[in-house]
């Protein structure tokens, strides 16, 4: 079960731009039904900001353009996507 998002969370990331490390900040926005993340750099102050809604939506298109790609190279390879999907989800997955 997952806690509810109900007020900002800030986390250090072990990714670094430069020599900076990214700030992720997950803030609810008004009601429950719509967050916001929010990325910048430790020790700056310029903040880029989008909400979950869209970063789902982007994340949906990539994941059905990588399964379509897995589909056309394992047809062109000659193994069947059954078999081949099981490779592709393990990929694709968090754990």
Not at 23 to 37: M, W
Not at 39 to 55: A, P
Request: net charge positive; hydrophobic share 40%; charged share 25%.
């Amino acid at each position: 079960m997952a806690t509810k998002l109900t007020k900002p969370v800030h986390r250090e990331t072990a990714k670094c731009v430069g020599s900076l490390p990214v700030i992720l900040t997950i803030a609810p926005l008004g009601s429950q039904s719509e967050a916001r993340i929010g990325l910048r750099l430790k020790g700056q102050r310029t903040q880029y900001v989008v909400n979950v809604s869209d970063i789902y939506r982007v994340a949906a298109m990539w994941h059905g353009q990588k399964e379509a790609a897995a589909r056309k190279q394992a047809r062109r390879e000659g193994i069947p996507w059954k078999r081949a999907k099981l490779a592709f989800i393990a990929a694709n997955s968090i754990k």
